[in-house]
């Protein structure tokens, strides 16, 4: 028998291994608190059972639930650097609201998984905080969660951050790109500055969250940026929004709906055009807004890889006939024309008019 | 402007950032290959959407959705430690699997969430045939999920893990405990080991995954234990179980349903039980696996502690009253009666015979 396994002499408590069950409960009663008011009518019971219950009822023809898991990626780390949880919250539910809203799905409930090491129990509340306010935004039961303590996996005072949506759609409602043509018209919506995605690259090539010490990394983003009209923490941090309430009216005159995550546009585009068709976009429909240049300018980025790992100023891209797009010009503010759908040669790419 | 926002010499690709995103692509197509097994008739299109779609249909009268998220905690640490990755894979589901099947919810749909920095994709790819072999088995739809590529969050080669799953049943069938009384029989059925719940405990009695070198760790864990007629870390890993087919057919017959998860018997009985009723547990019914003796005794753990971190080998608590507690013993293998439901005096413990 090795030496570890003789007894200790004092006994040891859960607490003693870095789990604090105490700070657990509290933290479970703010999230009760925080649940109760993003709520909906259809959530039986509450909080604290095994599983959260949501009556859908029989007032569908044919539900079809539509369902995203997704993530905040390495921008926690700004958040943490400048000690700001709740806008990544906030991210974490617009995100997810956003992804099954391209399938025309109203989403109904939201739970969240928390896994961190010592984070305080204040910073907690705020996370939650962030996506209770975001679920009460896009009227978003959120339905429960789990909060994991996991020393020795994150570093202390780390934390990683996932949500679950859960949506519904008449089947014959949904949305899938498949009745796209020819001439069919691109429409912009604009982000609000990286949304979610990047932060890896930017993190590098700025040198926050890179182990240079939280003093260093504060003071960076902190830091007036002329060109950005503000600090480059506050442009990073820019709350990544949830198209529902502009989306969910024009839904009848859409064919199809990408939203701009990890890969851009030439990555997120082709994902709903069915074969034989390629999104002609006019880059000079729009001038990204100074965030991309600075990010560009400071990495030494080219052209194609910009547009490969940034949104470059579009969160979402829908597609409608010409009629229709018009209306949708109209009714969706900020909104622009940013391309055409075109025929496709074999073996040529889906996207056209962005740098390679 | 500081030194840092300067052009660099070479221009920066995401991949230096520590995101590969070709990786990432070669692990979604084997996560398609994986989802393509672990599917139902009710999938409609593939994993790559920004969604997952699931047709629920119409043949519910009153439909009620039943979710929920859980982790594997740092179980995972254990699993990196000996480099075997299916099982935490499996854990995670059977966990879900289970947190709603005390609802009694029939289990519809999973989707996963993996965050890391550098796990090699043979592992990614090992973790996911374990989600996707549980989620089979469990005749669950893999629908979707996200790989998060996280440098700097996580230390290389960590990981985290989280599922979401979501379940249905009609209204009228859903346990909640309410229909619990006053002399129904509490049923054990019998939990793998510690199932996914106290893992950073083993890990500070016997210095696992604290930073004392990976040979180290292996080694401890590798070592043949005559109490154990095995390895601990074989005892450690053993996978989660999942009691979907062992109590689908008994739902008619329940009253109420309790996961012993974070918190143990103390922790997890009382969640289901109406007020003024308390668990009368019998301890002489059973006696738990020699695992978690090893474990008391090597960490000096006072009796309560461990019913109040562990399950003590007992994964789910079933509530029936006497006449449909016989047909249960009967159809469950390895059950048995381990408690009474008793009246409680106003403010006095909702779980009794436990040591204190």
Redesign the interface.
């Known amino acids: 028998?090795?030496a570890?396994?003789?007894?200790?002499?004092?006994?040891?408590?859960?607490a003693?291994?870095?789990?604090d069950?105490q700070a657990a409960e509290a933290s479970i009663s703010g999230l009760r608190m925080i649940a109760g008011r993003a709520s909906r009518p259809e959530v039986?019971?509450g909080v604290?059972?095994?599983?959260?219950?949501?009556?859908?009822?029989?007032g569908?023809?044919?539900?079809?639930?539509?369902?995203?898991?997704?993530?905040v990626?390495?921008k926690?780390?700004i958040a943490s650097a400048l000690g700001r949880y709740e806008g990544v919250g906030q991210d974490l539910v617009n995100h997810c609201v956003n992804?099954?809203l391209?399938?025309g799905?109203e989403p109904?409930?939201f739970?969240?998984?928390l896994?961190t090491a010592g984070l305080p129990q204040e910073q907690r509340l705020e996370l939650v905080a962030g996506i209770g306010a975001a679920c009460e935004a896009n009227g978003v039961a959120l339905?429960?969660?789990?909060t994991?303590?996991?020393?020795?996996?994150y570093?202390p005072g780390?934390y990683?951050l996932?949500g679950?949506i859960?949506?519904v759609a008449e089947?014959d409602a949904?949305l899938?790109g498949s009745a796209i043509e020819e001439g069919d018209v691109l429409i912009a919506l604009p982000s609000t500055g990286l949304q979610t995605n990047?932060y890896?690259?930017v993190?590098?090539?700025?040198?926050v969250?890179?182990?240079l010490g939280a003093e260093r990394d504060r003071e960076?983003l902190d830091?007036h940026?002329e060109e950005l009209g503000g600090t480059l923490g506050e442009a990073l941090l820019a709350v990544h929004g949830s198209f529902l309430e502009v989306v969910r009216p024009l839904l009848p005159r859409l064919r199809g709906m990408?939203?701009i995550t990890?890969?851009g546009l030439p990555g997120n585009v082709p994902?709903i055009l069915p074969g034989g068709l390629r999104a002609q976009i006019d880059m000079a429909s729009w001038e990204p807004a100074p965030l991309f240049a600075?990010i560009q300018?400071?990495?030494?980025?080219?052209d194609g890889?910009m547009f490969?790992?940034f949104n470059m100023g579009i969160g979402m891209v829908l597609v409608a006939s010409p009629p229709d797009a018009a209306a949708v010009l109209e009714a969706a503010p900020g909104s622009w024309r940013c391309g055409v759908v075109e025929r496709r040669a074999e073996g040529a790419p889906a996207v056209a008019g962005l740098p390679e």
Chains 1, 2 share one sequence.
Do not use: N
């Open positions: 028998m090795s570890s396994t003789e007894p200790s002499p004092t006994p040891l408590r859960y003693d291994a870095g789990v069950v039986l019971g604290g059972a095994f599983a959260g219950l949501f009556r859908l009822g029989g569908y023809r044919d539900p079809v639930l539509v369902a995203s898991a997704d993530g990626g390495t926690l780390l992804d099954i391209t399938a799905a109904l409930f739970l969240d998984y896994a339905l429960g969660g789990e994991a303590d996991m020393p020795d996996l570093q780390d990683d996932a679950f859960v949506g089947r949904i899938d990047g890896s690259l993190r590098e090539i700025f040198g969250g890179k182990g960076l830091e940026v990408a939203h990890g890969g994902r600075h300018r400071a990495g030494g980025i080219e890889e490969r790992t």
